[in-house]
T-cell receptor, first 114, second 115 residues
């Protein structure tokens, strides 16, 4: 099976712009979670989608949003970018059933805001 | 709120020796999951080992084992026969229950295996 894929891998944006990141989960996985990784704050949970519905949400401002499509692919959007949004954004997918807690991570999208 | 603490920012070990990484957590939950993830330099995060809180037996995966002390809220990772490929950031993580994939991570321990 192919692993979790994220596109693009690298992105440079300017303050004030918006950005959309994409995540394709492992085939058969229905849950997709997003994390932000920065040197200062470490790994922080953004949100989780399951069957096209947001199931959990972390403590991030409303500029961070996401969605999930019927094929389980997920996108996250950050509007009005700030310098502090520069980070590695990781997504992870989880299999259905009793192994729901196992998360498989993608390689991440490195976002740089200038 | 759940917090995860890794008190060792960096560690090093000689190849073939054993090293233990520490992790403590704080929660009022009784049922939860604990994980160790490995993030090699410029590579993606992979699951090393997991522990269900309701299981008393410590989890083991080949050279990796944990010492889970539920009362003390401690979850350390032991790597035996360290290999150069074990060089990575190691993150301890906590998750409350299934259907709730809000995983909380520690700050990480950078492990270097020296030849």
């Amino acid at each position: 099976k192919a692993g979790v894929t994220q596109t693009p891998r690298y992105l440079i944006k300017t303050r004030g712009q918006q950005v959309t990141l994409s995540c394709s989960p492992i085939s058969g996985h229905r849950s997709v979670s997003w994390y932000q990784q920065t040197p200062g704050q470490g790994l922080q949970f953004l949100f989780e989608y399951f069957s096209e519905t947001q199931r959990n949400k972390g403590n991030f401002p409303g500029r961070f949003s996401g969605r999930q499509f019927s094929n389980s692919r997920s996108e996250m959007n950050v509007s009005t970018l700030e310098l502090g949004d520069s980070a590695l954004y990781l997504c992870a997918s989880s299999p259905p059933g009793q192994s729901d807690y196992e998360q498989y991570f993608g390689p991440g999208t490195r976002l740089t805001v200038t | 709120a759940q917090t995860v603490t890794q008190s060792q920012p960096e560690m090093s070990v000689q190849e073939a020796e054993t090293v233990t990484l520490s992790c403590t957590y704080d929660t009022s939950e009784n049922n939860y999951y604990l994980f160790w993830y490995k993030q090699p330099p410029s590579r993606q995060m992979i699951l090393v080992i997991r522990q269900e809180a309701y299981k008393q037996q410590n989890a083991t995966e080949n050279r990796f084992s944990v010492n889970f002390q539920k009362a003390a809220k401690s979850f350390s990772l032991k790597i035996s026969d360290s290999q150069l490929g074990d060089t990575a950031m190691y993150f301890c993580a906590f998750m409350r229950t299934i259907n709730n994939n809000d995983m909380r991570f520690g700050a990480g321990t950078r492990l270097t295996v020296k030849p």
